[in-house]
Each structure stands twice: as structure tokens, then as C-alpha cells.
């Protein structure tokens, strides 16, 4: 978990500045690259049976004692151990995130950005200086089997988190019966639905290769014959008509404005008038705490480092689902998932 000083820590650090607090994000650097070091040697995994000292995790790791003994004593600094006499067991907190799995896969995304760090970030600087970025990020991350897969798990573990709560403030207007899911490859947000309202009949709108994620989510719940799959490049074909809901989930904040005023009016085109469209994103503004506002600025930065994206102020957003003819614009924040907002309009 992030390094938690202590009163005269945060004294000394935050309110003095009699201490660099910049060794706090070195230090945190330090600790993702430990965790990320656990993850690829399966050292999570390896605790799960039973507890183990240094040694004997070693020989089931097949790796240096010296070094795992290191490892462990990090890992142990920052939470995600835990050492009773001298025998070592993963913390609450690794068991639900990377041991379980059954929510969030902290193991995926911890790949993913591993890639990121290495492959994407050194461009940073060039990135700003230019405006120009020497990669693809959509053909970057999809060029690698592997890659594609981390990066799908890790937004089914997204939606996961957030799900229940979107679906239970989503209100969906009665007689509901087409829904399209724009970018929604990995599938969980149409099952979701489709599971709550037996009636509908879902289409994924994707690359080819971001629903073979949402194929194992279908069949694994039994909807085949109600969940259909589209691909292809959602610019240039055309989504069908007409649709009572679009989704446009994590979608925005991948592109400018110019941008995203021809992805609301192809959702405008596709709906039956009265039908809705339902944005979740994060949302400049819609943040309540000093953690959650640090988070949604990380990632507008790197959503414009990746992708020439950004994060959006709701009123933005309001007014150009109101520019491109939507009325009854609605917003509701997340509790879930801080800084993130549901906004709902209706043609």
C-alpha cells in the first residue's frame, strides 16, 4: 500500500518542509517496482498454501534466498506481508487484490503499466515538448497478444469494482429493449445489464480482439443468443439503428473535443428519439479528497501522454451532448470509483 508517514513524518515532510518530500514519490517508485518484482515471481501465489520463512520460499521460488530475503522485508515495510515468527504470509489486503482475483486483477494491471513504464512513459518529455507521439497507443497495446489480454483483464477488474453501482444509478427507461455498448469489448458492463433486464438484446461494438474477452464473459453467463458481437472500427462503420441506450463507458477521455462531438453525434444518429445515452468517465471536478484529485490528474496526464486524451469538466461535457441536440442532461458521481461520474442524456 502507498508508505503512510507517521505524525512527525507528515510534520516534518508536509507541514515544515523541513524534509523532501519528493522522497515520498522516489520512495513509492521504489515500492511499485517491489511489488511488481513479487508478481513476476509468482511470490503472492507461492504464500497462498501456507506460511514460509525466507529459506523455504526461496526453494519453492527457485530463487536466491539473499534476495527473497530482501524482497520480503520490503514487502513487509509497505503492507503486502506479513511476518509472524520469523514465517511469512501474504496481508489481507494481497490476498483480496492479488490472490482472489474475483474483482479486480491487480496482477494484470500491474503488467500493463509495467509495459507502460518501460515502453510508452521515456517518450514523456518529447511528448509535451511536441504535442506529437511517436506510437499508436490503441496499435501498441493490441500489436502484443500477452499485452492485449493484461490490458482487457484489467478493465474487466475496472468495471468489476464500479459495476453494481453504475447499474444501480443508471436508470433505464422502461420498454428497453436495444442496447449498444460502444467500445465495450471486455463485455461485462452489456452482461450486467442484460442479466438485470431479461428482455434486452445487447451489441458490443469493438476491435475483433478486444471481444474475445467479452465472448468468454457471454458464454461463462449464458447469453449468446442475447449478447451479439460487432467489430470492426467504430469510425468508419456504420452501428445500426435505431437503439434505446447507448453506452459510451471510459470512452471520452481518450479523445479531444472535435473528436468526441463526432462520437456523440453517431450515438445520436444510431438512437430512437426518446432513447438515452449514458457517459461514465472521470470527471474534472467530481472529486472529493486530496488522494482521489491526485489520481484523476495522473491519469488526465497520462490519458494526454498515451493518447492525446484528457479528463473532462462535467459543464464541457453538458454542453456539447446539448450542442449536438441531447436534452435532460444528468450527472451522478460515483462513490466507488472517486473522481468518476455517470452522465446521462436523452434524444
Same mark, same amino acid.
Not at 520463512?53 to 534466498?65: F, H, N, P, V, W
Not at 514523456?124 to 483483464?153: C, I, K, W
Not at 492525446?308 to 444528468?330: H, P, S
Given at each position: 500500500?502507498?508508505?503512510?508517514?507517521?505524525?512527525?513524518?507528515?510534520?516534518?515532510?508536509?507541514?515544515?518542509?523541513?524534509?523532501?518530500?519528493?522522497?515520498?514519490?522516489?520512495?513509492?517508485?521504489?515500492?511499485?517496482?517491489?511489488? *511488481?518484482?513479487? &508478481?513476476?515471481?509468482?511470490?503472492?501465489?507461492?504464500?497462498?498454501a501456507? #506460511? /514460509?520463512?525466507? =529459506?523455504? %520460499?526461496?526453494?519453492?521460488?527457485?530463487?536466491?534466498?539473499?534476495?527473497?530475503?530482501?524482497?520480503?522485508?520490503?514487502?513487509?515495510?509497505?503492507?503486502?506481508?506479513?511476518e509472524?515468527?520469523?514465517?511469512?504470509?501474504?496481508?489481507?489486503?494481497?490476498?483480496?487484490?492479488?490472490?482472489?482475483?474475483?474483482?479486480?486483477?491487480?496482477?494484470?494491471?500491474?503488467?500493463?503499466?509495467?509495459?507502460?513504464?518501460?515502453?510508452?512513459?521515456?517518450?514523456?518529455?518529447?511528448?509535451?515538448?511536441?504535442?506529437?507521439?511517436?506510437?499508436?497507443?490503441?496499435?501498441?497495446?493490441?500489436?502484443?497478444?500477452?499485452?492485449?489480454?493484461?490490458?482487457?483483464?484489467?478493465?474487466?477488474? *475496472?468495471?468489476? &469494482?464500479?459495476?453494481?453501482?453504475?447499474?444501480?444509478?443508471?436508470t433505464? #427507461? /422502461?420498454?428497453? =429493449?436495444? %442496447?449498444?455498448?460502444?467500445?465495450?469489448?471486455?463485455?461485462?458492463?452489456?452482461?450486467?445489464?442484460?442479466?438485470?433486464q431479461?428482455?434486452?438484446?445487447?451489441?458490443?461494438?469493438?476491435?475483433?480482439?478486444?471481444?474475445?474477452?467479452?465472448?468468454?464473459?457471454?458464454?461463462?453467463?449464458?447469453?449468446?443468443?442475447?449478447?451479439?458481437?460487432?467489430?470492426?472500427?467504430?469510425?468508419?462503420?456504420?452501428?445500426?439503428?435505431?437503439?434505446?441506450?447507448?453506452?459510451?463507458?471510459?470512452?471520452?477521455?481518450h479523445?479531444?473535443?472535435?473528436?468526441?462531438?463526432?462520437?456523440?453525434?453517431k450515438?445520436?444518429?444510431?438512437?430512437?428519439?426518446?432513447?438515452?445515452?449514458?457517459?461514465?468517465?472521470?470527471?474534472?471536478?467530481?472529486?472529493?479528497?486530496?488522494g482521489?484529485?491526485?489520481?484523476?490528474?495522473?491519469?488526465?496526464?497520462?490519458?494526454?501522454?498515451?493518447?492525446?486524451?484528457?479528463?473532462?469538466?462535467?459543464?464541457?461535457?453538458?454542453?456539447?451532448?446539448?450542442?449536438?441536440?441531447?436534452?435532460?442532461?444528468?450527472?451522478?458521481?460515483?462513490?466507488?470509483?472517486?473522481?468518476?461520474?455517470?452522465?446521462?442524456?436523452?434524444?
Amino acid at each position: 500500500m502507498p508508505i503512510q508517514p507517521n505524525f512527525l513524518e507528515r510534520t516534518a515532510f508536509f507541514t515544515l518542509n523541513a524534509a523532501p518530500g519528493p522522497m515520498l514519490d522516489l520512495a513509492g517508485l521504489l515500492a511499485y517496482k517491489a511489488v *511488481n518484482t513479487a &508478481v513476476e515471481l509468482h511470490l503472492f501465489t507461492a504464500l497462498v498454501a501456507q #506460511p /514460509a520463512s525466507a =529459506a523455504e %520460499l526461496a526453494q519453492r521460488l527457485e530463487a536466491d534466498e539473499r534476495g527473497v530475503r530482501a524482497l520480503l522485508r520490503a514487502l513487509l515495510a509497505i503492507g503486502y506481508v506479513v511476518e509472524e515468527n520469523g514465517r511469512y504470509h501474504n496481508s489481507p489486503m494481497t490476498d483480496k487484490w492479488f490472490v482472489q482475483s474475483g474483482v479486480l486483477d491487480m496482477n494484470a494491471a500491474l503488467s500493463v503499466f509495467n509495459v507502460f513504464l518501460h515502453e510508452l512513459w521515456p517518450h514523456a518529455a518529447e511528448v509535451v515538448r511536441t504535442g506529437e507521439r511517436p506510437f499508436n497507443f490503441y496499435e501498441f497495446v493490441y500489436s502484443d497478444p500477452e499485452l492485449a489480454h493484461n490490458f482487457q483483464q484489467m478493465m474487466v477488474g *475496472n468495471a468489476n &469494482v464500479v459495476g453494481a453501482e453504475v447499474l444501480k444509478k443508471l436508470t433505464v #427507461p /422502461a420498454g428497453v =429493449a436495444r %442496447l449498444l455498448d460502444v467500445g465495450g469489448g471486455h463485455g461485462v458492463f452489456s452482461v450486467m445489464l442484460a442479466n438485470a433486464q431479461p428482455h434486452l438484446q445487447a451489441t458490443i461494438l469493438d476491435t475483433a480482439v478486444a471481444l474475445e474477452t467479452a465472448k468468454h464473459h457471454i458464454s461463462q453467463h449464458n447469453l449468446n443468443g442475447r449478447i451479439h458481437l460487432l467489430p470492426g472500427d467504430m469510425w468508419q462503420m456504420d452501428w445500426g439503428e435505431p437503439y434505446d441506450l447507448i453506452l459510451l463507458f471510459n470512452m471520452v477521455h481518450h479523445y479531444d473535443l472535435d473528436t468526441n462531438r463526432k462520437l456523440l453525434q453517431k450515438a445520436y444518429a444510431a438512437l430512437k428519439p426518446g432513447g438515452q445515452v449514458a457517459i461514465f468517465d472521470q470527471i474534472e471536478g467530481s472529486v472529493f479528497g486530496s488522494g482521489s484529485n491526485g489520481i484523476v490528474q495522473m491519469l488526465a496526464f497520462m490519458f494526454y501522454l498515451f493518447a492525446n486524451g484528457r479528463v473532462y469538466a462535467a459543464d464541457e461535457l453538458m454542453a456539447l451532448l446539448a450542442e449536438v441536440g441531447f436534452k435532460n442532461q444528468q450527472i451522478t458521481k460515483m462513490r466507488l470509483s472517486p473522481g468518476s461520474s455517470l452522465i446521462t442524456a436523452v434524444k
